[in-house]
């Protein structure tokens, strides 16, 4: 029997994949001859990836000797511990004992349970768990505690009172929540990897991830005829996304496909616990079903619990506290309850919780979603819940719209996009409830964000939806607003006769009504539309007299650039060039002087058209770059559609047809994309310019360049149009069909790519290197370390990585490490020896998201001399890249914890400069942003707290900034015992004094 008090030593430790070598790691004991005794069931079905998550449960349960794996019912926490479990037999001299306790109910017998797995007897007159306690303490032993929460008082009191007692145990529990006893860390066990977006990779690539190899090899084993096909790639994909890349969920579908395809199982998601309700007859009860398995956590909450998740249901697509005290505040919960309720549904891991833009959002798996929703409508409060949603975001709605006139539109169009799906959930729900007038208010604020955001198709059905209500037919503000709305969606996609009657009725309820601003908005657009119909001549004076209208009410600045960028279009239809020109100027001018750069590229564009009619391509291919430029960092899909269609044009102009081609190739797909097309009034000089460039090429020709542009990004396109260095572009403009172009060898994507901010990665081409691929944890540090450092000798590899290493042991240790590093890279060349010294070699194509933050804040110091502003971008483009901490998950050495210091000090200073070129700029809400991602960071960064305040004081928020101040305060007592700094203090003064600041 070992002796309890001798000291624990590194040993080797087995890879998270089967037969590799891992990483030193502090688990007890030299292993014994024979493998070490276990009562760990035999798994009858393949374990699908988790090769990161295994070597991290690995690593911190070398370093706690209480490890608690949380997650959602049917997220593979047993699973997972199991084949970790596994793996870890050898390292412990007494073995690995699984005690099962999801058939329990009474907790009592929890220390009966474990004592009759050990096969420990109790003794007369003592307590089992001292007698427990007493058979373990000399032993190197690791416990396995499965399914603990609805034990969790029982199980928190047992694993406490053996972990104080026995020194070589350890404890590795499954729970939906936490045992909440000291020295325990919890780690959440992930989803699956699954595949993002609604398009799906290419089928090649599709089994990358875990969640479609898992749903690939359950479909296999049920139809051994099953492939992935290029017909139901779209259908698996879809089925992993629905299924929030839960593996029992998966499983549960992948039954399905002994009777369904997989477009059928996919279309019945909607009612997935019909669907996914049969099981393995040998799993536990609550693993058959999705419904069983969620049932078990449902029946494990308070009944204030129960009634804050059926209301947290009601949410689609995440939702943040301020939302949740709104809507779900009532119906026996309180206003102040809602917070702690909501963390213990965090806790027992139905809610999960995520941070962005330094606001914490809250959301539910899509399967939990649903049964709660159930339980939701079977409730009285169903109708009042929902009817809150719908009010909140109403008001959400209408506080943002006028936010979207301005230079701080793009932020809160973001903040639109993120609760898209809540709007829609609120507008169907106002739709079904025949709740008309909260349908008409809510599409009427929207529309300007449908039309910005490129949802153009979508917004407008809402729209007639909306509008085709027999109630909403009452001639109200409302409604003149929808119609604008509606109008302006059809003309956008070039159905004029709709969009001309919908602009015709707002403005005649306009002028009944009073409503002389809606009336000149109404017929600005309307004379836009009746120019694009072939009527210029009837459109001119209602064009004017919707300038004129917005001259006489001077308040709407914004509204009366729109209005002469309008005009100056009827004037462009008529070829008066003189009136057109001025008119666009002056639109101009008042745009920049707002700083709005989403309207400002209209007049900028059609100066360029009119300029080119005038026969001057170069000044209006440089009018049009300026117009795509400003809309690239906004994203306005529709706008840049209609200046890559310009820039084609004068490419083909100038005699570059394959250029015009590319161009035209890429905007045809961004319109696809948002259900766009051609305007009327360009139809005939597009025509005219395809068949020209068409004509130049040959067909031949023509056909590949229009589908290189098609193949382009977004970003690409927008790159390609501005003749940056990056863009994929052709040796000549007029390739042959034979020879090959430079843009397949500009896109080809580097060899490898290396992430070393936030967790480490690294990829080789298409495959992300998994833990056994580098055979020993140092291997992928030296990785690391060489490109921290240009060159180094191996006495210096040697004092970094193995500093206690005789000269014999650096010898032989460093040379095995290399080689397989240079083996998992898969070419010895990666690490090169010149004159005694090792580095990584530069020369290859290859991506490191450090050298490109570094990168990208050096360009930002170049462009801030001169020009402040220029920096901007740089700097936001850096701090995007900045996902975590240097090495987050694997720093180990010293030399790796200076490093992450220093990029976390730069990180810092990013964000601060950020913030203040932002200030600086007036772009206030965009500075609030940089410094609460600073103060997430590092929440007592005072000099982050500060600038913050000055920003929301600027933004018209002061009480919100003198609140922040009062919490300020409190959290630097608590945690430092200070108080803030003097220049804070006056600060706080100067604001509660309602002075400027």
């Not at 449908?450 to 209500?469: C, I, K, M, T, V």
């Not at 905007?667 to 009034?681: D, F, K, N, Y």
Request: proline share 5%.
């Amino acid at each position: 029997m070992p002796d309890p008090t001798r000291p624990t030593r590194d040993v080797p430790s087995r890879d998270a994949s089967e037969g590799g070598a891992g990483s030193l790691v502090a688990f007890p004991g030299p292993r014994p001859a024979e493998r070490p005794p276990d009562n760990l069931p035999l798994q009858l079905t393949s374990f699908v990836g988790r090769e990161r998550e295994m070597a991290e449960v690995k690593r911190l349960l070398a370093n706690q000797r209480l490890l608690t794996l949380t997650g959602p019912g049917g997220c593979g926490k047993t699973r997972l511990v199991l084949r970790v479990a596994q793996d870890l037999v050898e390292e412990f001299e007494d073995g690995v004992w699984l005690v099962e306790l999801a058939s329990l109910s009474d907790p009592a017998v929890m220390a009966q349970t474990v004592a009759f797995t050990l096969g420990v007897r109790e003794q007369p007159g003592r307590s089992l768990t001292e007698t427990l306690a007493d058979y373990l303490r000399p032993r190197e032993m690791l416990l396995v505690l499965d399914n603990c929460e609805h034990l969790v008082e029982a199980c928190a009191d047992l694993t406490d009172a053996l972990l104080r007692a026995c020194p070589g145990l350890r404890i590795l529990a499954t729970s939906r929540e936490t045992l909440g006893i000291a020295g325990e860390t919890s780690w959440l066990v992930p989803s699956l990897s699954l595949p993002a977006g609604r398009h799906p990779p290419a089928i090649e690539e599709m089994p990358r991830y875990e969640a479609v190899r898992l749903f690939i090899e359950r479909t296999t084993a049920v139809l051994p005829g099953f492939t992935l096909t290029d017909r139901n790639t779209q259908a698996v994909a879809q089925v992993c996304q629905r299924l929030d890349g839960i593996p029992l969920a998966i499983e549960l579908a992948a039954a399905r496909a002994r009777v369904l395809a997989v477009e059928q199982i996919a279309a019945r998601l909607d009612g997935c616990f019909r669907l996914l309700a049969a099981g393995s007859r040998t799993a536990l009860p609550r693993h058959r079903t999705l419904r069983a398995t969620i049932d078990w956590s449902h029946e494990l909450l308070s009944e204030e619990e129960r009634a804050l998740f059926r209301g947290l249901s009601v949410f689609a697509g995440g939702f943040t506290l301020e939302a949740v005290e709104a809507v779900c505040a009532g119906e026996g919960i309180e206003e102040d309850e809602v917070l702690d309720l909501l963390s213990h549904l965090v806790d027992k891991s139905l809610v999960v919780v995520e941070e962005r833009g330094g606001e914490a959002r809250y959301r539910l798996l899509e399967t939990v979603r649903q049964y709660g929703h159930e339980k939701l409508l079977e409730s009285e409060a169903a109708e009042a819940i929902r009817r809150r949603h719908a009010s909140f975001f109403l008001a959400l709605a209408e506080e943002v719209e006028p936010k979207l006139k301005g230079g701080e539109s793009r932020l809160w169009l973001e903040r639109l996009e993120i609760e898209h799906d809540n709007l829609r959930a609120a507008l169907r729900w106002a739709a079904d409830a025949g709740e008309v007038e909260t349908q008409l208010r809510l599409a009427g604020a929207l529309w300007w964000f449908w039309l910005r955001n490129g949802h153009l198709s979508e917004g407008r059905r809402w729209l007639e939806d909306a509008l085709e209500r027999v109630e909403a037919s009452a001639r109200t503000a409302a409604r003149a607003k929808v119609l604008w709305g509606a109008g302006f969606l059809a003309f956008s996609q070039v159905s004029h006769p709709a969009a001309r009657s919908r602009l015709e009725e707002s403005a005649g309820i306009c002028r009944e009504i009073g409503d002389r601003r809606g009336l000149a908005s109404a017929l600005s657009f309307m004379s836009l539309v009746m120019a694009h119909q072939g009527d210029p001549a009837e459109a001119r004076p209602l064009a004017e007299e919707g300038v004129r209208l917005f001259r006489e009410d001077g308040g709407d600045r914004w509204g009366l650039a729109i209005a002469l960028t309008n005009m100056g279009v009827v004037a462009e239809a008529q070829a008066d060039y003189e009136l057109a020109i001025p008119l666009f100027e002056e639109s101009a001018a008042i745009l920049r002087e707002l700083g709005d750069k989403w309207p400002l590229s209209l007049p900028l564009r059609h100066l360029g058209i009119v300029t080119s009619r005038q026969g001057d391509y170069v000044r209006a291919e440089r009018l049009y770059k300026e117009s795509l430029a400003s809309l690239r960092e906004l994203g306005e899909k529709w706008l840049i559609s209609l200046c890559l269609e310009e820039l084609a044009g004068v490419a083909c102009a100038q005699g570059q047809h394959a250029r015009a081609a590319r161009l035209w190739g890429a905007e045809e797909t961004i319109c696809e994309a948002i259900g766009a097309t051609v305007r009327a009034l360009y139809r005939a000089d597009y025509d005219r310019g395809v068949a020209a460039a068409r004509a130049g090429l040959g067909e031949e020709a023509f056909e590949a360049a229009w589908a290189q542009g098609r193949a382009m990004t977004l970003e690409e396109a927008i790159a390609h149009a501005l003749d940056e260095p990056t863009t994929p572009q052709q040796e000549e403009d007029t390739p042959s069909p034979a020879a090959p172009t430079a843009s397949a060898e500009a896109k080809a994507p580097p060899e490898l790519r290396i992430f070393a901010l936030g967790p480490a990665r690294v990829e080789r081409g298409e495959e992300t290197l998994a833990s056994s691929e580098w055979t020993y944890a140092k291997s992928r540090e030296l990785l690391f370390y060489l490109l921290a450092h240009p060159s180094r000798t191996k006495a210096q590899i040697g004092l970094a990585l193995w500093p206690e290493a005789s000269p014999s042991q650096l010898r032989s240790t460093f040379h095995n490490v290399l080689h397989h590093l240079r083996h998992a890279l898969g070419r010895p060349e990666w690490v090169v020896f010149e004159k005694g010294r090792y580095s990584f070699n530069r020369s290859l194509g290859y991506f490191y998201d450090v050298e490109a933050f570094e990168s990208k804040l050096a360009q930002a110091r170049r462009a801030e001399d001169e020009a402040p502003a220029q920096a901007i971008p740089y700097l936001k483009e850096a701090v995007e890249l900045y996902g975590g901490g240097f090495l987050e998950d694997s720093a180990e050495s010293e030399w790796a914890f200076v490093r992450q210091e220093e990029l976390r000090r730069t990180y810092q200073e990013a964000l601060l400069g950020l913030g203040r070129l932002l200030f600086a700029e007036g772009r206030y809400a965009e500075a609030v942003e940089a410094y609460r991602r600073l103060i997430g960071h590092d929440t007592l960064l005072e000099e982050a707290h500060r600038e913050l305040m000055r920003c929301q004081a600027r933004m018209g928020e002061r009480g919100r900034a003198l609140r922040h101040y009062r919490d300020l305060l409190e959290l630097l007592r608590e945690e430092l015992g200070s108080s803030p700094a003097p220049e804070t203090s006056e600060l706080y003064e100067r604001l509660r004094r309602g002075e400027d600041i």
